[in-house]
């Protein structure tokens, strides 16, 4: 399926979901959890860990709160205070397009999953998550967004995504 790279704070992104890069016991610390959780207000974290833990590469559902989103997906694709894998990566990107689409939502905004505090390479995990948007079959989902904070983050997506779709 088609999909746009864009650049900004998740957090300030509209959409039926937001995905959050989470780890298996859900509990939101910094990186893209801290921001989502700074935004949408303090419920957010509360539900999430409720809602753990998950498998590692499993998602959760929450409500967004403040966000400008109906739901939270959280995504798991590193364990507390471990390293995300490829196939971690994989599962936690599919099952997060799997959860929108069940949500019967139209649009998604995507972390970089696994990159950051999880200490998988930036590229190679950015060419998973795009692979993995690029061959699924939506039956809702219209709108898939995978954003960079920064703008070195946003100019490597462009490029991953780029050779992705060629």
Do not use: W
């Not at 974290?45 to 833990?53: H, I, Q, S, T, Y």
């Not at 200490?119 to 219209?142: H, K, M, N, W």
């Not at 490597?156 to 780029?162: E, I, N, T």
């Amino acid at each position: 399926m088609e999909f746009e790279v864009i650049q900004g704070d998740i957090a300030a992104q509209s959409a039926d979901a937001l995905v959050n890069a989470a780890n298996t016991s859900l509990r939101m610390g910094s990186g893209v959890a801290g921001a989502l959780k700074r935004a949408a207000g303090s419920g957010l974290n509360d539900e999430a860990v409720a809602k753990g833990p998950v498998d590692l590469g499993g998602v959760a559902t929450t409500d967004a709160y403040d966000l400008d989103a109906e739901y939270v997906i959280h995504a798991a694709a590193m364990p507390p205070g471990g390293q995300s894998t490829a196939e971690s990566i994989r599962n936690a990107t599919r099952n997060a397009l799997a959860e929108a689409d069940a949500l019967n939502c139209e649009s998604v905004v995507f972390p970089a999953i696994g990159c950051g505090i999880a200490g998988f390479d930036f590229e190679e995990g950015i060419r998973i998550i795009c692979a993995v948007i690029e061959e699924y079959q939506p039956e809702s989902l219209t709108d898939v967004r995978l954003i960079a904070y920064s703008d070195d983050d946003f100019e490597g997506m462009q490029r991953v995504a780029a050779g992705v779709r060629n």
